[in-house]
């Protein structure tokens, strides 16, 4: 089949590669000329592990494409998939649509016999109708059906969740040549029987967010637990285990941490309360999971300081990682960036290292903060190591090195990567999430 990706961020490359890979004739489209430029020339805009190979291979094999120009390629193709961003929108929270209507616009034009026209982007329920009518207004005669095609890729195993999906949805409204069309795009991966599931095209777009908004209750239900546990002196790790063998229950997304964040539960949990508030039906769980995911990180700042022994003033503490979570390089509503902010409006200095996020780190975070080389070298004169997001390389610490590098001997362990009595061996006091005295 012959694809044309409108967005060549994240879910778009991926996409666009992956799609490339099963055989497809793919192009992924973006109006910024330097991202383009990049990708022709092999360079990645993103971290993602394998994306580079992947679009390597396909790039010498003919089957991936780039373009600055939408025209052509939409008009070859018999999908168009949009896949722009929808950030939030300042100052109420909802999605803004305007790249998606933009997009929607463009394509209009391009149009030329049968074609699809699927929407990747996270999008609040409706947005396919209006799709529909932008494009019926501008070419009324234009032979097309949009369908919604919601993304579940988590970011640094993106590649792995597309090619071995749990599920694919589609959302129709009505064209039988757009389910057929849909089923042909995602038939190499019928090999692993993945439940491809038809629905109404508004059920398929709420389906997304509620699937978000379930895993940031998940999330957020746990990290309370967590606080409760150190209350009465219980292990939050030994419940999540305990509730999660519970097929009902699962055992994912039940690590207590610093709380969520990233470039998509933020955003989208925030975006769903304000449907649900328009439409009457308000979502209190969901409204209360953002309230207290929000909170967390007043909560975690109060356990670093105490951790020093009540006041930061004049110490240095030491962070390892930045990213909002491991394998990207991605930093957006990262609980690293208000922690540290916090940190440093009590008159910490503080010292950070990440693997991939330190480039963009560099651009958000208040501009006394200074990078290390490596988590030693970070470690150098600390008061506090604070092991913020759980990359591999900070899995296996030498601490005796860490020991003699550090002015005092305390590790904040903010996402449960070792166990107490490893840590406590080599003299350091150790604070985590979730384990009562
Ligand atoms: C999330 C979803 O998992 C994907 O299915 C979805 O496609 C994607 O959003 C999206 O809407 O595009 P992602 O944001 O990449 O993916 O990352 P997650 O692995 O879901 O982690 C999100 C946040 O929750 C991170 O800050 C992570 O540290 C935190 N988390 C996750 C926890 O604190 N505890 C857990 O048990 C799991």
Not at 382 to 407: H, K, P
Request: net charge neutral.
């Amino acid at each position: 089949m012959r694809i044309a990706i409108i967005g060549s961020g994240y879910v778009g490359l991926v996409s666009g590669a992956c799609l490339a890979d099963f055989g497809h004739e793919v192009t992924c489209i973006d109006k910024v000329h330097s991202k383009i430029d990049a990708l022709r020339a092999g360079r990645m805009p993103i971290f993602e592990p394998g994306l580079e190979h992947l679009v390597e291979r396909n790039v010498a094999a003919g089957q991936l494409t780039f373009s600055t120009e939408l025209a052509k390629p939409a008009s070859e193709a018999d999908v168009v998939f949009i896949a722009v961003g929808t950030p939030s929108r300042r100052g109420d929270g909802h999605a803004d649509l305007s790249y998606v209507y933009g997009a929607a616009r463009e394509i209009a034009g391009a149009l030329c016999g049968f074609t699809v026209v699927a929407i990747k982007s996270t999008v609040p329920v409706g947005t396919g109708d209006e799709v529909d009518r932008i494009i019926r207004s501008v070419n009324p005669a234009a032979d097309f059906a949009v369908v919604s095609n919601p993304e579940f890729l988590r970011e640094g195993a993106a590649i792995d969740d597309f090619k071995r999906p749990d599920r694919i949805v589609v959302g129709l409204a009505g064209d039988e040549r757009a389910r057929d069309a849909m089923a042909e795009v995602y038939r190499p991966l019928y090999l692993n029987k993945p439940p491809l599931i038809f629905t109404g095209r508004r059920t398929s777009e709420l389906i997304k967010y509620a699937a978000n908004a379930f895993l940031a209750l998940k999330i957020t239900f746990i990290n309370e637990i967590a606080d409760l546990c150190e209350n009465v002196g219980a292990n939050v790790q030994d419940v999540a285990r305990g509730i999660g063998l519970d097929n009902r229950i699962g055992p994912k997304f039940l690590h207590a941490g610093p709380g969520y964040g990233g470039s998509c539960f933020p955003k989208d949990t925030s975006a769903l309360v304000r449907t649900a508030q328009d439409s009457n039906a308000p979502l209190r769980l969901v409204e209360t999971a953002v309230a207290v995911n929000d909170q967390r990180k007043r909560t975690i700042v109060r356990k670093v300081v105490s951790a020093c022994g009540g006041n930061v003033r004049g110490k240095t503490i030491a962070i390892l990682g930045l990213t909002f979570k491991p394998n990207t390089d991605d930093m957006r509503e990262a609980p690293s960036l208000s922690i540290i902010q916090a940190l440093i409006d009590l008159g910490a200095q503080v010292r950070a290292f990440d693997p991939e996020g330190m480039t963009q780190a560099r651009t958000l975070l208040d501009s006394s903060v200074s990078y290390a080389e490596g988590p030693y070298e970070c470690a150098e004169g600390a008061e506090a190591l604070v092991i913020v997001t759980e990359w591999n390389q900070f899995r296996a610490l030498d601490f005796g090195r860490l020991r003699r590098a550090m002015s005092s001997a305390v590790m904040v362990d903010l996402r449960n990567i070792y166990k107490r009595e490893e840590i406590l061996k080599h003299g350091f006091r150790y604070v985590n999430v979730g384990e009562g005295a």
